[in-house]
Protein backbone atom coordinates (compact mmCIF):
# COMPACT_ATOMS: atom_id res chain seq x y z
CA UNK A 1 0.00 0.00 0.00
CA UNK A 2 2.57 2.12 0.59
CA UNK A 3 4.45 1.97 -3.05
CA UNK A 4 0.93 2.51 -4.45
CA UNK A 5 0.77 5.92 -2.55
CA UNK A 6 3.98 6.90 -3.72
CA UNK A 7 3.39 5.97 -6.89
CA UNK A 8 0.51 8.02 -6.69
CA UNK A 9 2.50 11.18 -5.47
CA UNK A 10 5.38 10.62 -8.01
CA UNK A 11 2.95 11.14 -11.15
CA UNK A 12 2.19 14.85 -10.61
CA UNK A 13 5.79 15.66 -10.41
CA UNK A 14 6.50 13.80 -13.69
CA UNK A 15 3.28 16.11 -15.60
CA UNK A 16 5.56 18.73 -14.51
CA UNK A 17 8.48 17.94 -16.18
CA UNK A 18 7.42 17.29 -19.24
CA UNK A 19 5.42 21.08 -19.70
CA UNK A 20 7.25 23.68 -21.34
CA UNK A 21 8.18 26.49 -19.86
CA UNK A 22 8.09 30.17 -20.53
CA UNK A 23 11.90 30.80 -20.23
CA UNK A 24 12.28 27.51 -22.80
CA UNK A 25 9.79 29.82 -25.64
CA UNK A 26 11.97 32.92 -25.38
CA UNK A 27 15.47 30.76 -25.00
CA UNK A 28 13.70 29.13 -28.38
CA UNK A 29 13.04 32.34 -29.82
CA UNK A 30 16.35 33.88 -29.15
CA UNK A 31 18.48 31.15 -31.30
CA UNK A 32 15.88 31.27 -34.40
CA UNK A 33 16.75 33.37 -37.00
CA UNK A 34 14.71 35.90 -38.46
CA UNK A 35 12.16 35.25 -41.50
CA UNK A 36 12.98 36.78 -45.09
CA UNK A 37 10.14 38.64 -46.27
CA UNK A 38 7.73 38.11 -49.48
CA UNK A 39 9.70 40.78 -51.50
CA UNK A 40 13.18 40.30 -50.93
CA UNK A 41 12.52 36.55 -51.99
CA UNK A 42 10.66 38.13 -55.21
CA UNK A 43 13.54 40.30 -55.99
CA UNK A 44 15.74 37.22 -55.82
CA UNK A 45 14.20 35.40 -58.30
CA UNK A 46 13.36 38.00 -60.54
CA UNK A 47 16.97 38.26 -60.67
CA UNK A 48 17.97 34.42 -60.82
CA UNK A 49 15.62 34.26 -63.78
CA UNK A 50 16.57 37.39 -65.45
CA UNK A 51 20.27 35.50 -65.74
CA UNK A 52 18.95 32.62 -66.76
CA UNK A 53 17.41 33.94 -69.78
CA UNK A 54 20.65 36.26 -70.17
CA UNK A 55 22.74 33.22 -70.31
CA UNK A 56 19.83 31.54 -73.03
CA UNK A 57 20.04 33.87 -75.06
CA UNK A 58 23.60 34.19 -75.32
CA UNK A 59 23.96 30.79 -75.88
CA UNK A 60 21.07 30.94 -78.79
CA UNK A 61 22.95 33.93 -80.19
CA UNK A 62 26.02 32.01 -80.14
CA UNK A 63 24.77 28.74 -82.27
CA UNK A 64 22.55 31.27 -84.30
CA UNK A 65 25.77 33.28 -85.65
CA UNK A 66 27.53 30.07 -86.10
CA UNK A 67 24.86 28.89 -88.27
CA UNK A 68 23.96 31.98 -90.39
CA UNK A 69 27.83 31.44 -90.49
CA UNK A 70 28.02 28.34 -92.25
CA UNK A 71 24.74 29.42 -93.94
CA UNK A 72 26.65 32.57 -95.35
CA UNK A 73 29.85 30.45 -96.73
CA UNK A 74 27.16 28.02 -98.16
CA UNK A 75 25.39 31.15 -100.09
CA UNK A 76 28.52 32.30 -101.04
CA UNK A 77 29.91 29.15 -102.91
CA UNK A 78 26.92 28.94 -104.28
CA UNK A 79 26.54 32.17 -105.71
CA UNK A 80 30.36 31.93 -106.92
CA UNK A 81 29.24 29.04 -108.94
CA UNK A 82 25.84 30.47 -110.21
CA UNK A 83 28.30 33.38 -111.51
CA UNK A 84 30.72 30.44 -112.90
CA UNK A 85 27.57 28.76 -114.52
CA UNK A 86 26.52 32.20 -116.01
CA UNK A 87 29.72 33.56 -116.96
CA UNK A 88 29.91 30.13 -119.28
CA UNK A 89 26.47 30.14 -120.57
CA UNK A 90 26.92 33.24 -121.17
CA UNK A 91 30.48 32.33 -123.27
CA UNK A 92 28.55 28.89 -124.91
CA UNK A 93 25.24 31.57 -125.91
CA UNK A 94 27.77 34.06 -128.03
CA UNK A 95 29.40 31.10 -129.40
CA UNK A 96 26.00 29.58 -130.38
CA UNK A 97 25.50 33.22 -132.17
CA UNK A 98 28.92 33.16 -134.01
CA UNK A 99 27.66 29.96 -135.45
CA UNK A 100 24.86 30.91 -136.38
CA UNK A 101 25.83 34.28 -137.99
CA UNK A 102 28.49 31.80 -140.11
CA UNK A 103 25.14 29.52 -140.59
CA UNK A 104 22.95 32.07 -141.96
CA UNK A 105 26.55 33.41 -144.24
CA UNK A 106 27.40 29.93 -145.30
CA UNK A 107 23.44 29.21 -146.35
CA UNK A 108 23.25 32.79 -148.35
CA UNK A 109 26.42 31.17 -150.23
CA UNK A 110 25.26 27.75 -150.52
CA UNK A 111 22.06 29.14 -151.83
CA UNK A 112 24.77 31.21 -154.65
CA UNK A 113 26.39 28.24 -155.10
CA UNK A 114 23.14 26.19 -155.89
CA UNK A 115 21.98 28.47 -158.18
CA UNK A 116 25.38 28.69 -159.93
CA UNK A 117 25.78 24.75 -160.14
CA UNK A 118 22.06 24.84 -161.60
CA UNK A 119 22.85 27.39 -164.11
CA UNK A 120 26.24 26.08 -165.06
CA UNK A 121 24.32 22.12 -165.78
CA UNK A 122 21.73 24.21 -167.79
CA UNK A 123 24.57 25.22 -170.05
CA UNK A 124 26.58 22.04 -169.76
CA UNK A 125 23.36 20.37 -170.49
CA UNK A 126 22.47 22.61 -173.71
CA UNK A 127 26.29 22.30 -175.30
CA UNK A 128 25.95 18.58 -174.57
CA UNK A 129 22.59 18.69 -176.85
CA UNK A 130 24.41 20.86 -179.29
CA UNK A 131 27.01 18.29 -180.13
CA UNK A 132 23.85 15.90 -180.47
CA UNK A 133 22.17 18.33 -182.69
CA UNK A 134 22.60 16.78 -186.02
CA UNK A 135 22.58 12.80 -184.25
CA UNK A 136 19.44 10.80 -184.41
CA UNK A 137 18.99 7.57 -182.28
CA UNK A 138 18.09 4.15 -183.87
CA UNK A 139 16.30 2.18 -181.01
CA UNK A 140 15.93 -1.54 -180.53
CA UNK A 141 17.84 -2.35 -183.76
CA UNK A 142 19.72 -5.88 -183.23
CA UNK A 143 23.23 -6.15 -182.27
CA UNK A 144 25.68 -6.92 -184.90
CA UNK A 145 22.62 -6.84 -187.47
CA UNK A 146 24.62 -4.09 -189.19
CA UNK A 147 27.66 -6.03 -189.78
CA UNK A 148 31.34 -4.67 -189.72
CA UNK A 149 30.49 -1.43 -191.32
CA UNK A 150 28.34 -0.12 -189.69
CA UNK A 151 28.47 3.29 -191.43
CA UNK A 152 28.04 1.67 -194.49
CA UNK A 153 25.16 -0.28 -193.79
CA UNK A 154 23.09 2.73 -192.59
CA UNK A 155 23.92 5.20 -195.51
CA UNK A 156 21.78 2.44 -197.36
CA UNK A 157 19.73 0.93 -194.69
CA UNK A 158 18.10 4.47 -194.07
CA UNK A 159 16.57 5.97 -197.08
CA UNK A 160 15.68 2.69 -198.35
CA UNK A 161 13.89 1.84 -195.33
CA UNK A 162 12.33 5.13 -195.11
CA UNK A 163 11.56 6.08 -198.63
CA UNK A 164 13.82 8.73 -198.83
CA UNK A 165 15.38 10.00 -202.69
CA UNK A 166 18.73 10.60 -202.61
CA UNK A 167 21.34 12.03 -205.30
CA UNK A 168 23.23 8.55 -204.67
CA UNK A 169 20.70 6.24 -203.03
CA UNK A 170 22.82 7.27 -199.80
CA UNK A 171 22.82 9.50 -196.71
CA UNK A 172 26.06 10.45 -195.94
CA UNK A 173 27.03 9.90 -191.89
CA UNK A 174 30.36 10.78 -190.28
CA UNK A 175 29.87 8.25 -187.74
CA UNK A 176 27.90 5.34 -186.32
CA UNK A 177 28.23 3.53 -182.97
CA UNK A 178 25.99 2.15 -180.11
CA UNK A 179 25.46 3.60 -177.11
CA UNK A 180 27.83 3.21 -173.66
CA UNK A 181 25.68 1.72 -171.03
CA UNK A 182 24.64 -1.49 -168.67
CA UNK A 183 23.15 -4.04 -171.26
CA UNK A 184 19.01 -4.92 -170.40
CA UNK A 185 16.69 -6.88 -172.46
CA UNK A 186 17.10 -4.40 -175.44
CA UNK A 187 19.74 -3.76 -177.46
CA UNK A 188 22.07 -0.90 -177.06
CA UNK A 189 20.25 1.81 -179.47
CA UNK A 190 22.62 3.40 -182.00
CA UNK A 191 24.06 6.69 -182.19
CA UNK A 192 24.39 7.98 -185.83
CA UNK A 193 26.10 11.55 -186.78
CA UNK A 194 24.78 13.03 -190.00
CA UNK A 195 26.94 14.82 -192.18
CA UNK A 196 23.83 17.40 -192.99
CA UNK A 197 22.07 18.73 -190.56
CA UNK A 198 19.10 18.58 -192.67
CA UNK A 199 19.03 15.25 -193.60
CA UNK A 200 18.23 14.61 -190.04
CA UNK A 201 14.70 16.70 -190.34
CA UNK A 202 14.01 14.89 -193.29
CA UNK A 203 14.53 11.35 -191.44
CA UNK A 204 12.62 12.31 -188.80
CA UNK A 205 9.84 13.29 -190.63
CA UNK A 206 9.82 9.75 -192.99
CA UNK A 207 10.06 8.15 -189.90
CA UNK A 208 6.40 9.18 -188.13
CA UNK A 209 4.98 8.90 -191.73
CA UNK A 210 6.56 5.15 -192.01
CA UNK A 211 4.21 3.05 -190.46
CA UNK A 212 5.77 -0.28 -188.53
CA UNK A 213 9.07 0.30 -189.25
CA UNK A 214 11.21 -3.53 -188.66
CA UNK A 215 14.32 -5.00 -189.33
CA UNK A 216 14.54 -8.60 -188.99
CA UNK A 217 11.39 -8.68 -187.40
CA UNK A 218 12.00 -6.15 -184.47
CA UNK A 219 10.12 -2.73 -184.71
CA UNK A 220 12.50 -0.17 -185.33
CA UNK A 221 11.94 3.70 -183.57
CA UNK A 222 13.75 6.45 -185.02
CA UNK A 223 14.22 9.37 -182.42
CA UNK A 224 16.02 12.77 -181.72
CA UNK A 225 19.76 12.17 -179.76
CA UNK A 226 19.49 14.18 -176.93
CA UNK A 227 20.97 14.35 -173.22
CA UNK A 228 20.07 12.33 -170.37
CA UNK A 229 18.61 15.06 -168.60
CA UNK A 230 16.53 15.85 -171.68
CA UNK A 231 15.10 12.93 -172.26
CA UNK A 232 14.04 11.68 -168.30
CA UNK A 233 12.08 14.16 -168.64
CA UNK A 234 10.38 14.24 -172.10
CA UNK A 235 10.02 10.54 -170.85
CA UNK A 236 8.41 12.15 -167.78
CA UNK A 237 5.10 12.72 -169.80
CA UNK A 238 4.68 9.49 -171.02
CA UNK A 239 1.53 8.97 -169.30
CA UNK A 240 -0.10 11.92 -170.46
CA UNK A 241 0.98 11.82 -174.31
CA UNK A 242 -0.56 8.70 -173.84
CA UNK A 243 -3.83 9.70 -172.74
CA UNK A 244 -3.80 12.23 -175.10
CA UNK A 245 -3.28 9.19 -178.00
CA UNK A 246 -6.17 7.33 -176.64
CA UNK A 247 -8.51 10.73 -176.91
CA UNK A 248 -7.08 11.54 -180.03
CA UNK A 249 -6.15 14.80 -179.15
CA UNK A 250 -2.92 16.41 -181.10
CA UNK A 251 -0.03 17.10 -179.55
CA UNK A 252 3.96 17.98 -179.78
CA UNK A 253 7.08 17.56 -177.58
CA UNK A 254 9.29 20.68 -178.08
CA UNK A 255 12.84 20.92 -177.53
CA UNK A 256 14.10 20.69 -174.81
CA UNK A 257 10.77 19.30 -172.88
CA UNK A 258 7.89 21.24 -173.68
CA UNK A 259 4.86 19.61 -174.18
CA UNK A 260 2.15 21.84 -176.28
CA UNK A 261 -1.34 20.55 -176.93
CA UNK A 262 -3.70 21.58 -179.09
CA UNK A 263 -6.54 21.43 -177.83
CA UNK A 264 -9.99 22.94 -179.15
CA UNK A 265 -8.29 25.32 -181.73
CA UNK A 266 -5.87 26.56 -178.47
CA UNK A 267 -2.48 25.88 -177.78
CA UNK A 268 -1.49 25.17 -174.18
CA UNK A 269 1.89 24.54 -172.82
CA UNK A 270 3.55 22.75 -169.82
CA UNK A 271 6.82 22.39 -168.63
CA UNK A 272 6.23 19.42 -166.39
CA UNK A 273 4.30 17.17 -166.14
CA UNK A 274 2.47 17.74 -163.48
CA UNK A 275 0.85 20.59 -164.94
CA UNK A 276 -0.33 18.55 -168.08
CA UNK A 277 -1.88 15.97 -166.23
CA UNK A 278 -3.69 18.78 -164.38
CA UNK A 279 -4.73 19.96 -167.38
CA UNK A 280 -5.76 16.13 -169.16
CA UNK A 281 -7.60 15.17 -165.57
CA UNK A 282 -9.59 18.29 -165.63
CA UNK A 283 -10.41 19.60 -168.74
CA UNK A 284 -10.54 16.58 -171.08
CA UNK A 285 -12.62 14.39 -168.80
Keep these: MKSSGQSQKEKPSKQRQTQPKISDH ?15 MTDASALDISAIIREVSKNIGEVMEQKLSKFSDTLDKITSRLDDQSKRIGEAEQRVSNVEDQLA ?60 STAKGRIKIDRAHRSFGPK ?21 SAAKKVQNLEYAGSPIY ?50 NAYEAQTFVDGSLE
Design 26 to 40: ASILAVAPPLANAST
Design 105 to 164: TMEQRLKEMEKCSAGMAQRLDEGENRSRRDNIRILNFKENAEGNNSIQFFESWLPTALGL
Design 184 to 204: GNRPPPVIIKLHNSRDKMKIL
Design 222 to 271: ITQDLSLAVREKRRSFNDVCQKLLDKKIRFVMRYPARLVVNYRGSEHTFE
